[in-house]
């Protein structure tokens, strides 16, 4: 960890194929064949830098639409969030961006709490987005360390507020 809270950690995301497979007797995986599929993601992370991009893309588009929709219109212009925060959670721990992950899940879970969202609701989907945004921008890899912690924090305090009123 860093003791300055601009100084840069570097976390290493557990081996996580490797934990997951049985060594050796009936089942067992090839440890070769699970090297190489482990090679094939590490080399992937650059490509999902590009990818998360263009979903970062959509759903700022998605929530544009939600934020300009119509009270009639936000259940639909809601679903469209979720989708593209679905696939978001479903790859960022793959390449050791565990808080895409983390917030996209919390987005995804906020969205079917609040199918059809009023203003309010409106503004926490985008803090959650914007958390995503800055996930990537600050390169936040594993658990982000303690800015990770601290959007975390932020991120469910926000929520716990709306959900009070």
Sequence with gaps: MADDENEVSVIRPPDTLKSKVREGGPGAVDLAALERAEAV??????????????DLVKIQTA??????????????????VFQVAH???GQGGSF????????????????????DPSPKHVDVIKVHVDSLKLVIAQNLKGDGGPLGEKLLAGLNAVIDKVAAK
Excluded: H
């Design 41 to 54: 993601i590490a080399n992937l992370t650059d490509s999902y830098l590009q990818w998360v991009q263009e």
């Design 63 to 80: 929530y544009d639409a939600l934020a300009a929709a119509p009270e009639a219109e936000r259940k639909a212009a809601a679903d469209r």
């Design 87 to 89: 696939d978001i959670k």
């Design 96 to 115: 050791g961006y565990n808080l895409m992950t983390v917030i996209g899940n919390s987005l995804c879970r906020f969205i079917e709490r609040e199918p």
